[in-house]
């Protein structure tokens, strides 16, 4: 197991991606060490949970982003969002993230949700036809 992970941390890192994971029971957000860099902040002492995180998501994506995670949690996903968040520095950066529902707890309701995130360079801004918020992936 820990080899598998050291592989996938090594992948994760060569694609320049960073990843978070959502308890969706306790609002709990575990973050990688390279999507917390990507927003300014120091993994050492970064810790935050879904209240928090929605928070720091540019006011006029908020309602978007909390739609799009009602929506995961409803049918597993996976679904892709673009979204703007705030870093430690206070600017807006923005990220695209392809999130799922990965456990299931008792009677099928969602208990976590894993989401992925390219790393861009800063003020890089993903190009969609359809305007910053995708369809559920295929």
Same mark, same amino acid.
């Given at each position: 197991?820990?080899?598998?992970?050291?592989?996938?941390?090594? $992948?994760?890192?060569?694609?320049?991606?960073?990843? =978070? +994971?959502?308890? @969706?029971?306790?609002?709990?957000?575990?973050?990688? %060490? !390279?999507?917390? $860099?990507?927003?300014?902040?120091?993994?050492?002492? =970064? +810790?935050?949970? @879904?209240?928090?995180?929605?928070?720091?998501?540019? %006011? !006029?994506?908020? $309602?978007?982003?909390?739609?799009?995670?009602?929506?995961?949690?409803?049918?597993?996903?996976?679904?892709?969002?673009?979204?703007?968040?705030?870093?430690?520095?206070?600017?807006?950066?923005?990220?695209?993230?392809?999130?799922?529902?990965?456990?299931?707890?008792?009677?099928?309701?969602?208990?976590?949700?894993?989401?992925?995130?390219?790393?861009?360079?800063?003020?890089?801004?993903?190009?969609?036809?359809?305007?910053?918020?995708?369809?559920?992936?295929?």
């Amino acid at each position: 197991l820990r080899e598998s992970e050291e592989r996938l941390r090594l $992948a994760l890192s060569a694609s320049r991606q960073g990843w =978070f +994971d959502v308890n @969706l029971v306790s609002g709990k957000v575990t973050i990688s %060490p !390279e999507y917390v $860099a990507m927003i300014g902040f120091d993994s050492s002492d =970064f +810790d935050s949970d @879904l209240d928090n995180w929605l928070a720091h998501v540019h %006011p !006029e994506d908020r $309602a978007a982003l909390s739609l799009a995670i009602e929506q995961v949690k409803n049918d597993g996903g996976p679904r892709t969002v673009e979204y703007r968040r705030q870093t430690l520095s206070g600017d807006w950066r923005w990220i695209r993230s392809v999130g799922k529902v990965v456990e299931w707890g008792a009677r099928r309701r969602p208990f976590a949700l894993s989401a992925f995130t390219p790393i861009l360079p800063n003020g890089s801004r993903w190009k969609t036809m359809s305007g910053s918020w995708l369809s559920t992936m295929p």
